[in-house]
């Protein structure tokens, strides 16, 4: 497709669950994001790729969280042991090359609702 | 750590309306951008400013940045229903390399 894919696009999880958000960039896009968003806020910093290298992890919220990036393109967000306070939306983001001016096209995010 | 303060928070006005929304950091940005966001969906780029002191207009929306390259305002002349919606400023910082910050947002609501 042309845009930023995520999937899935709602995931319901129980406490102490596993779960795994993915992302498809635009082809040709080396940067990815990660971000976080609670209802009506701000986007919250997660980790951000260029190419397969994350060069700063430093917005993951705790070692539950890992994120990784092959082949230049497909990300995977996991999140281990789902908490209550990890319900969110997780917005993916690609963007040309990771540098000080570029514009992030950003998918329409993966909602995650752990009961 | 480099934060945004994104003012205010909550905007309610009437059709026809003048606002501004405000950005500001205690930090040099190296470039901003502002963003809009409408309900489920990922946010849009509206504008990037590069330049201290730099002005860009959008239709009805005219966006500043500060001489001092630590502030910005997002201003909306005779503002619309479809102005409503989710306003987000993001800030790339020096020696952060591709990291861009967003602030809170500022969640807009014209009625007619």
């Known amino acids: 497709g042309a845009g930023v894919s995520q999937s899935p696009s709602n995931k319901v999880t129980e406490k102490g669950k596993d779960v795994e958000l993915r992302c498809d960039p635009i082809?040709?896009?080396?940067?990815l994001y990660w971000y976080r968003q609670s209802l009506g806020q701000g986007l919250e910093f997660l980790i951000y790729?260029?190419?397969?290298?994350?060069?700063?992890k430093s917005g993951l919220p705790s070692d539950r969280f890992s994120a990784e990036r092959t082949g230049g393109s497909v990300s995977t967000l996991t999140i281990q042991r789902t908490q209550q306070e990890d319900s969110a939306v997780y917005l993916c983001?690609?963007?040309?090359?990771?540098?000080?001016?570029?514009?992030?096209?950003f998918g329409e995010g993966s909602r995650l609702t752990v009961l | 750590t480099q934060l945004l303060e994104q003012s205010p928070q909550f905007l309610s006005i009437q059709e026809g309306e003048n606002l501004t929304v405000y950005c500001n950091s205690s930090?040099?940005?190296?470039?901003l951008q502002w963003y809009r966001q409408e309900p489920g969906e990922g946010p849009v780029l509206l504008v990037t400013?590069?330049?201290?002191?730099e002005v860009k207009k959008l239709k009805r929306l005219t966006f500043q940045f500060g001489d001092a390259r630590k502030d910005s305002s997002l201003h909306i002349t005779a503002a619309q229903t479809g102005d409503t919606g989710l306003y987000l400023c993001?800030?790339?910082?020096?020696?952060?390399?591709?990291?861009?910050?967003f602030g809170q947002g500022t969640e807009l609501s014209v009625k007619p």
């Open positions: 082809s040709g896009h080396t940067a």
């Open positions: 400013v590069v330049t201290g002191g």
């Open positions: 983001a690609s963007s040309f090359s990771a540098d000080s001016t570029g514009e992030l096209f």
């Open positions: 993001a800030g790339y910082f020096y020696n952060q390399g591709g990291k861009l910050i």
């Open positions: 790729f260029q190419g397969n290298s994350a060069p700063d």
């Open positions: 930090s040099v940005f190296s470039s």
